[in-house]
């Protein structure tokens, strides 16, 4: 499968845990983008990543939330001391670049936090 | 206000049916315009990307843009009961980060 892939499909912690998900974007794709999703609403753009550089974050992206591209390959999400209102599908999508604005999205990681 | 209006729906139309889907924006800086379709805990899938004003036809669907308006449309001729999903919009401007502005979607149900 060469598309946006996502691990894990989903997660439920509890609320105050640490959670990490996982984003391996198109092989050839250099810019790499998180979106938050809730019910009924379309994706919120979070941060993103050209190569291994975070060109640009979010308001929406708390001090308890990081991300990370080592060597401008798959990228982490981070929440710490997560919280109910964290409960969403976090997107991941990779597009190629400055001519190419085409982002494809993975399947999403469902948070569920209790 | 939001960036991006979509009608959220409920659109219910019999097998067949032409399905029009709508969205207007506010920002005249957005130049990328796409269409994802997304099934029920599911990420978005890419339909449809046009750059600028104009029309786009792939099978099915067709993609408009009227940018002296603000408003960008979706026609799905002969619908299908697969065709079934939520269907979003979303815009990018010309340069910078690219990140896209989504519209809240539209549920679309096709009935056989």
């Known amino acids: 499968d060469t598309g946006v892939s996502q691990d894990p499909r989903h997660k439920i912690t509890k609320r105050g845990q640490n959670v990490t998900f996982r984003c391996d974007p198109i092989s050839e794709h250099n810019r790499l983008y998180w979106y938050r999703q809730t019910l009924g609403q379309g994706p919120e753009f979070l941060t993103y990543f050209q190569n291994e550089a975070q060109l640009e974050k979010s308001r929406l992206l708390s001090d308890r939330f990081s991300a990370e591209r080592p060597k401008g390959s798959f990228s982490t999400l981070e929440i710490q001391r997560t919280e109910q209102g964290d409960s969403a599908m976090y997107l991941c999508a990779s597009s190629l670049g400055q001519k190419n604005t085409e982002a494809f999205f993975g399947q999403g990681t469902r948070l569920t936090v209790v | 206000q939001k960036e991006v209006e979509q009608d959220p729906g409920p659109l219910s139309v019999p097998e067949g049916a032409i399905v029009s889907l709508n969205c207007t924006y506010s920002?005249?800086?957005?130049?990328?315009f796409m269409w994802y379709r997304q099934y029920s805990r599911k990420g978005p899938e890419l339909l449809m990307y046009?750059?600028?004003?104009g029309n786009k036809e792939d099978g099915r669907f067709t993609a408009q843009v009227d940018k002296s308006s603000k408003y960008i449309s979706l026609f799905i001729r002969d619908s299908q009961p697969s065709d079934s999903a939520t269907y979003l919009c979303?815009?990018?401007?010309?340069?910078?980060?690219?990140?896209?502005?989504f519209g809240s979607g539209t549920r679309l149900q096709v009935q056989p």
């Open positions: 979303a815009m990018s401007p010309q340069g910078g980060r690219r990140a896209l502005t």
């Open positions: 920002n005249s800086a957005f130049q990328y």
């Open positions: 046009t750059y600028s004003s």
